[in-house]
């Protein structure tokens, strides 16, 4: 049995799991090279919002299953931010508005219709995941956000330069998620060095780790088909949408 990595080694070994972020998939290379079409800025855009409106109900589980009132008090900031407190907008707010401002209908993007069925899969496993999981293991699956910042400011520095036809106004969601991705990793990592101190535990924290890396590879392969190879589901038979749309958007 191997023996456990200290704080700073785990630490690491979390940060090196970057490598297989989605941000080295070709869709998003492609994407922040400024070789997106308007059709594929817009289908990401609409894909990706199924993804976000599952974040709170992902968070929710892991309050529901955290009898920590310490870390609930900190871990309710997540849902605040993307729902948006009483009288505030928030993220899903502002992911709308980017929606709207790559061209889409805000009613469109809210039906779901657009959602590939294997986005749609690999989201739902990752809720289901932090439903039964404990939660400490669902908090360490969002510890894809020590390579969060990166992507966001990528965006930002790169987009208005390759696709001038998206309005200003829709980046707002990514410079929200500057800081508070920063902060939530900070909150994260302390939860997770807290509780990984055994070889085993760490062992598989890094495999929750990969698995919420593999959901968010398998959203872009589900793009890359549709809209990079021009394969969506039933192609063959249909150029219509015929796939399942869910019930839950």
Not at 2 to 16: G, I, K
Not at 127 to 140: L, Y
Request: glycine share 6%.
């Amino acid at each position: 049995m191997p023996s456990a990595m200290n704080p700073a080694q785990f630490e690491q070994a979390l940060r090196a799991k970057g490598v297989c972020y989605h941000i080295h998939h070709p869709f998003h290379v492609a994407m922040h090279e400024g070789r997106a079409s308007r059709e594929q800025i817009q289908g990401w855009v609409a894909n990706r919002f199924y993804y976000q409106v599952n974040i709170p109900l992902k968070d929710a589980a892991i309050l529901a299953n955290c009898p920590d009132r310490e870390v609930r008090r900190e871990w309710i900031q997540r849902l605040l931010d993307h729902d948006g407190a009483p009288g505030e907008d928030g993220g899903i707010e502002a992911w709308l508005r980017l929606a709207e401002a790559v061209g889409l209908e805000r009613d469109e993007v809210l039906s779901g219709e657009r959602v590939l069925p294997g986005v749609r899969f690999a989201v739902d496993a990752y809720v289901n995941f932090a439903r039964r999981a404990s939660w400490q293991d669902a908090a360490g699956s969002s510890l894809t956000e020590l390579f969060a910042p990166r992507i966001h400011q990528a965006r930002l520095d790169n987009w208005p330069r390759h696709y001038p036809w998206i309005e200003a106004s829709g980046y707002a969601y990514f410079r929200g998620r500057l800081s508070q991705a920063r902060r939530d990793v900070e909150h994260g990592l302390r939860i997770t060095l807290a509780h990984c101190t055994s070889a085993e535990a760490q062992a598989r924290m890094l495999e929750i780790l990969q698995f919420k890396l593999d959901v968010l590879w398998s959203l872009l392969d589900a793009l890359s088909m549709a809209y990079e190879l021009d394969r969506p589901p039933y192609h063959t038979v249909s150029r219509e949408r015929l796939w399942h749309r869910g019930l839950n958007v």
